[in-house]
């Protein structure tokens, strides 16, 4: 495996990932976001989305990743703020760049991470899935501290719902989006996570 998943600073206890009853992570900052409803009744978690987010775009560490999860970003504070400031979108996890997790909405509720989607022929990719949000950027590494918190938060939700696969936010909604873009290195991470190469959706550009 790869050099940088083994290194930088180990993540809480193992334990600590994994979702208690009502759908929280102990080992997680929690950050309420009102951006979210009720999954349909019955249907399970199957998929979990990786997306890459910044804001402003290229910038790390601001806050306003939480503001916007929680419709408190000021659009005087950055030009590109104006345009998406009315948009209502969330997702269950972060990961920042120093690998602190922070959760917005309940496992068991649907976050509105994923928008207009499609997983191997399945629609409305929130009804089923998990999103989580790494701070970064299509043209930029992620952190081995990220790495290190991603696997470890993956590997505790394989554990305890039935995720049938991985997926990145480019896999579901093509041509739309492209995060969590080419720095994302989906071998090492499958690996560290404990994801079976099967649960993986194909694409050209992966193994």
Request: hydrophobic fraction near 40%; include cysteine.
């Amino acid at each position: 495996m790869p050099e940088h998943v083994h290194g930088g600073p180990a993540p809480a206890a193992p334990a600590a990932f994994g979702p208690d009853p009502s759908g929280w992570v102990p080992a997680a900052r929690r950050v309420p976001s009102p951006n979210f409803d009720a999954r349909p009744a019955g249907l399970p978690v199957e998929l979990v989305v990786i997306h890459n987010i910044s804001l402003p775009p290229g910038q790390f560490g601001s806050g306003d990743i939480e503001a916007f999860f929680q419709n408190r970003l000021d659009p005087a504070r950055h030009p590109f703020f104006a345009t998406i400031h009315d948009v209502r979108v969330s997702a269950h996890f972060l990961v920042t760049r120093t690998g602190e997790l922070v959760q917005f909405v309940s496992c068991l509720d649907r976050a509105w991470h994923a928008g207009q989607s499609e997983f191997l022929g399945r629609p409305r990719c929130n009804d089923f899935s998990i999103g989580i949000e790494i701070e970064g950027s299509d043209d930029q590494p992620f952190t081995l501290a990220q790495y290190h918190t991603a696997a470890a938060l993956v590997r505790a939700l394989l554990a305890a719902y039935p995720v049938r696969a991985l997926a990145g936010h480019s896999d579901i909604a093509p041509g739309r989006k492209t995060d969590p873009g080419p720095h994302f290195d989906w071998t090492a991470f499958a690996a560290a996570a404990g994801v079976a190469a099967g649960m993986l959706p194909y694409r050209k550009d992966r193994p």
